[in-house]
Structure formats: structure tokens, C-alpha cells
């Protein structure tokens, strides 16, 4: 036998071994590795946001347009800002988000990367996990230039404690059913138009919720008046990412 047809017989050997005993990706390793899974995830897309400044650039301008819109729009019929700045707030980081939502899997989709992400020795629900982040980390980052434009066009602070803690849950709620959506709509060539029309009616207990809150902070009502609104935000945020984990599998079963 000549080394060409030693090659060869060890080449088939190999190929009988690995069909008997196929290689399976190990997925596991407790919850410590998970965590770095998730982490992994959520820092490949903020690198990615950063070499390519797609994402949070658009929200941005797109907030900072949308504000200045609204506050021209109104200047000269609304006799008090306080009247209109919280559905502002609301509206604007409702479709801002959506903007970004959009290409938390698009742009894999774009890139071509969407099945190499699938085919990862990692869960799908970490998958879920550091999507969601990301795209919480971009939105709450997209609200704080809100607030702040707010300030110097409506002439109004609502950096109150409980508008912030209404803020963030509101945007959990939101990037948590939006992550889900925005994987369910990817593959779809109407994606920019599928996401905002299945998204934004789930919406409307945050927003009902988050406008609410962010009125009584504005008219300098007590914690008791405003506890059921942060309540209805607490459970839509718990309910809905935990419904969100359960479904993101079947999303992709067969991807």
C-alpha cells in the first residue's frame, strides 16, 4: 500500500467513526456559562453598532427630528408643554425603537450572518437574551437624548425618579416583545412594515401605562397615585419576556 492509499483508508476511517458517533455541539455548561453566552451576544452587536453606526444613529435622528416636529407643532395651541410632553416622550420612543428593533435581526439577515448565528454552540434563548440587551442598551441610550432635547425644547425636566424607573421599565417591556417580533418578521421582505403593525397594538398597555406615569410625575402627584401604573408596567415586563423566552425556540425550530 502506497501513502496515497494510506491517506485515503485512514481519511474513510474517519468517515465511519464520525457516522457512528456524530459530533454534537455542547450547549450547556451551567448557568455561569450562559451568562457568557448572553454576554458574548450583546457585546458582538454593540462591536458591530460601533464599526458601523447604523442602529443608534438612526434612532437618534430620528428623536431629535420627531421632538422638534412636535414642539413646533404645538407651540401654538397648547398653552402649557406639561400638557403634551408625555405622549411626546411616549410616541417618539415607541418609534424610535421600532427603527432600531428593525435591524437587530435585519442586519444579520443583510450581512448574511442570521444561519451562522443559529448554528452556534449556544442557545437560542441566550440568543434572545443578548439580542434583548443590545437592543435595551441602544433604546435606553436613544431616551436619554430624549429627555434631554425634551428639556430644552419643552422647557420641562422629567429626569423625576419615578419617570426614570417608568422609562425603564416601559423600555424593558418593549425591547423584550420587540426582540421577539423582530426575529419572527427577519426572514420576511416586508420586515420594516410586518414589525411596527404586529408590534406597537401589543403595545398599548405600556404605553396607556408609561403616559400615565409620566402625567402624574408631571402634575407632581404622590407615590400612591401613581403605584398602579408602575404595577401594570412590573407585570407586562415579567409576563411578556418570560412568554418571549418560551416562544423564541419555536421561532427558529425550523431555521
Known amino acids: 500500500m502506497n501513502n496515497e492509499e494510506a491517506v485515503q483508508a485512514s481519511v474513510q476511517t474517519m468517515r465511519l467513526d464520525l457516522a457512528a458517533e456524530p459530533v454534537t455541539m455542547q450547549r450547556g455548561g451551567g448557568s455561569l456559562t450562559y ?19 447604523e442602529i443608534f444613529s438612526t434612532m437618534t435622528a430620528f428623536s431629535v427630528l420627531a421632538v422638534l ?20 416622550l411616549w410616541v417618539v420612543v415607541l418609534f424610535a425603537g421600532v427603527l432600531g428593533l428593525n435591524r437587530s435581526f ?11 448565528l443559529l448554528l452556534a454552540p449556544v442557545d437560542r434563548s441566550a440568543i434572545y437574551f443578548g439580542k434583548m440587551l ?17 428639556f430644552f425644547i419643552f422647557d420641562l425636566n422629567m429626569f423625576h425618579p419615578y ?15 420587540g426582540t421577539l417580533f423582530a426575529a419572527l418578521t427577519a426572514n420576511s421582505r416586508a420586515r420594516e412594515t410586518m414589525l411596527p403593525i404586529l408590534l406597537l397594538p401589543v403595545m398599548a398597555p405600556v404605553f396607556v401605562a408609561g403616559v400615565g406615569l409620566t402625567a402624574g410625575v408631571v402634575d407632581g402627584k404622590q407615590f400612591s397615585d401613581l403605584r398602579q401604573w408602575l404595577v401594570i408596567l412590573a407585570a407586562f415586563d415579567a409576563i411578556f419576556i418570560v412568554v418571549a423566552y418560551l416562544l423564541f425556540d419555536l421561532i427558529w425550530e425550523d431555521a
Open 35 to 53: 451568562l457568557r453566552k448572553i454576554g458574548a451576544v450583546f457585546v458582538k452587536d454593540v462591536r458591530a453598532e460601533w464599526r458601523g453606526r
Open 69 to 88: 416636529v412636535f414642539g413646533m407643532a404645538f407651540d401654538l395651541r397648547v398653552p402649557r408643554s406639561e400638557m403634551i410632553a408625555p405622549g411626546v
Open 106 to 116: 435585519g442586519a444579520e439577515v443583510d450581512r448574511g450572518t442570521l444561519a451562522s
Open 134 to 150: 443590545a437592543n435595551l442598551f441602544f433604546t435606553l441610550a436613544t431616551t436619554l437624548v430624549i429627555l434631554v432635547v425634551m
Open 163 to 177: 419617570n426614570l424607573l417608568a422609562v425603564l421599565l416601559g423600555v424593558i417591556g418593549y425591547v423584550g416583545v
